[in-house]
């Protein structure tokens, strides 16, 4: 056991807060479908020199909205002082035309968060926006810190006074109590002493500063808008303004956009690349390009073909789970023969909560999000393609769904991604190994338990023979390759699994 001083601040990482997740005392809001899938932490989106530079922010947030809907906020600055506004929300219920109003000037920084229990709060929304002794500063992180929690304890213990429970945090209190010299000495110093996935965006009240962790894990690139610089955690939200890519913000790099141009320092030494496959897989948008401009939609798209090719079956019609499952579902088609269509229908419009009827219906909480068409399903052998199972349960009702509501005849699972084993400790909202179904069960023993006919997973040899420079890639969570040794102490430590 460990006492309560230093335990107090584990759910400042994101695979520690999965012991408040499972906590009776905070219970998640009914979640009909999503709950059941891994969830990103957060997306990042800045801009330097532009005279809508808030209303850009705006625009991009909305376009990286996929990465996180419990809160957002942007911080701006005239060149003087900084501005910010954030809350609790989805971007556009956030941010009126008055509000946006009240962020001047011509550099701008964003954040979407992604929600978890116990940390749901505004103090938890970002950008961190802080007075010190330098001047001011604000920053906006995706990733997650995994020794966040010893270097916090060593900063309260000399002082340091923390606002929330958020490890970004740390970032923060790191910059500002370093001993080195300027802001960039700073932080090279902060970058040289903290751990595990950090893609930020950090501005002043004259400049902009993006730097990425040395294995590269979450995605950042760098665009450029009537010259204007632009970035962000994916190209989508280039489209969206009519930016134009230029190039990722490279593992271990640090990116100083000013007045004076664009400058690019590597004061981290460069390690072997750990980037995050499940980008690929499921967290990124079908039309964004990421890790060295690679198309998200072509890649999972081959996913299916490479799943088609591992295990065909006769079938009469491939469907997706939507809206994940859709480019695999195709692909998987195009490679099989078998026509594709969409068996399931998915209402868009389902909130984050939901009041379930006094009278139970039966598979309630998929229903909600997902409907069967009758006519495509009743009699057909069917292949259902979904880019991963989780716990099962969703799963289990959709298949379910499909026969009963559908009237299929045959239901053949494929997942486009290999059996899920581990949690990830590097910025995206996983269960805990104990809930991973595919960590205690065998492929058949998932079978029998979601009752599909047949259930067939990629495997990993397939998902990293799609992608060029495979030894790049983190695959942790299918084969407990953790690239950062401190999150396999951290499993002994705290005894998650």
Known sequence: MYDTKNLRNIHSLSTLKNLIRCSKRNPLPYQPFSHDKFHDECGVFGVFGHAEAANLTYLGLHALQHRGQEGAGICSSDGRQLFIEKSMGLVTDIFSEKRLKRLPGEIAVGHNRYSTAGASSLKNVQPIMVNYSLGSLAIAHNGNLVNAVELRNELESKGAIFQSTSDSEVVVHMIANSRAGGLYERLVDTMGKIEGAFSILLMTENEMIAFRDPLGFRPLSIGRLNGAYVVASETCAFDLIDAVYVRDVEPGEMVIINKEGIQSLKPVPSRKQAQCIFEFIYFSRPDSNIYGNLNVDAVRKEFGRQLAKEDPVDADIVIPVPDSGVPAAL??????????????????????????????????????????????????????????????????????????GGGAKEIHMRISSPPTIGPCFYGIDTPTRKELIASTHTVDEIRKHITADTLHYMSLEGVLGVVPNPEKFCSACFDDNYPVFSCQEKVEQFELF
């Open 331 to 404: 692909g998987y088609a195009q490679e099989s023969g078998i026509p594709f269509d969409f068996g399931l229908i998915r209402n868009h419009y389902v909130g984050r909560t939901f009041i379930e009827p006094r009278k139970s219906i039966r598979h309630f909480g998929v229903k909600i999000k997902l409907n069967p068409v009758q006519q495509l399903l009743k009699g057909k052998r069917v292949v259902v393609v979904d880019d991963s199972i989780v716990r099962g349960t969703t799963s289990k009702k959709i298949v379910k769904m499909i026969r009963e």
